[in-house]
């Protein structure tokens, strides 16, 4: 499972947690469509706490999507 968030439309920043079942979440911080940061978290709700700390994401902004095949 995957979630997006892009909540400053100013900039070219965007957001995305992935679930990965063997080790955790995921939080990943694009920038120009690259990615330049990523950080493992034991839960879901870890991630989108370390996304509010530490980027501003607001808790609510996070919109749950399916993953491409």
């Not at 330049?36 to 994401?57: H, K, M, N, P, S």
Request: net charge negative; hydrophobic share 35%; charged share 35%.
């Amino acid at each position: 499972m995957k979630w997006k968030s892009q909540f400053d439309s100013l900039t070219s920043r965007h957001y995305e947690i992935k679930h990965d079942p063997l080790v955790g979440f995921y939080l990943y911080v694009f920038e120009d469509g690259k990615c330049i940061r990523d950080y493992l978290q034991d839960t879901l709700e870890l991630a989108i706490e370390c996304a509010w700390e530490d980027f501003g994401v607001p808790k609510e902004a996070w919109e749950k999507v399916e993953i491409e095949s």
